[in-house]
């Protein structure tokens, strides 16, 4: 198994622009999230998802879209990035009944 | 509501010497707590984890933290520290698959 996997590893983007942060897992794990960290603040639930068409915010949703047509997959949408953004994004999954939580290596995005 | 206080940002030992790492929670349920682990430019590591069972857990690397419901506190402790456990560790609790992060603690282990 691969485990939870993220691309891209950094990415510098201008503000206004949009893209697609990826997130994928092969372990057929129904819950899958979106953290992000920033210093000194641990790390933010942003969204999560409960299953294939399920999603719902976190603590910290502004600013970020997400959809979830297949277990494996989990993409985090930014459609008009702002400095505020700049961070490093965590992706994380597990199974259905169990609260340890796998998480992907990171993404780490810069906004000028 | 659930949310966790991580008392120490920054903590520095020397090699050898005892680690201590204090955490302390809020939830309105009785929470699972873990211990996570974060080398640098690296992704997180699970250390150790606390669902109900026995109130003293043993993790990875040595690790142990005990669960002490009278004091809300999940402190994370190591006999000896070596020096690749310099690393930034979170203390987190989960209700209902959410996870709830602490700030962080910076270990810095001196030689």
């Known amino acids: 198994n691969a485990g939870v996997t993220q691309t891209p590893k950094f990415q510098v983007l201008k503000t206004g622009q949009s893209m697609t942060l990826q997130c994928a897992q092969d372990?057929?794990?129904?819950?899958m999230s979106w953290y992000r960290q920033d210093p000194g603040m641990g790390l933010r639930l942003i969204h999560y998802s409960v299953g294939a068409g399920i999603t719902d915010q976190g603590e910290v949703p502004n600013g970020y879209n997400v959809s979830r047509s297949t277990t494996e997959d989990f993409p985090l949408r930014l459609l008009s990035a702002a400095p505020s953004q700049t961070s490093v994004y965590f992706c994380?999954?597990?199974?259905?009944?169990?609260?340890?939580?796998?998480f992907g290596p990171g993404t780490r995005l810069t906004v000028l | 509501a659930q949310s966790v206080t991580q008392l120490d940002s920054h903590v520095s030992v020397s090699e050898g010497t005892p680690v201590l790492l204090r955490c302390n929670y809020s939830s309105s349920y009785s929470p699972s707590l873990f211990w996570y682990v974060q080398h640098p430019n690296k992704g997180l590591q699970l250390l150790l984890k606390y669902t109900s069972a026995a109130t003293l857990v043993k993790g990875i690397n040595g690790f142990e933290a005990e669960f002490k419901k009278s004091e809300t506190s999940f402190h994370l402790t190591k006999p000896s520290a070596h020096m690749s456990d310099a690393a930034e560790y979170f203390c987190?609790?989960?209700?209902?698959?959410?996870?709830?992060f602490g700030a962080g603690t910076t270990v810095t282990v001196r030689a």
């Open positions: 994380a999954s597990s199974y259905p009944g169990q609260d340890t939580q796998y």
């Open positions: 987190v609790v989960s209700n209902d698959y959410k996870l709830s």
């Open positions: 372990m057929n794990h129904e819950y």
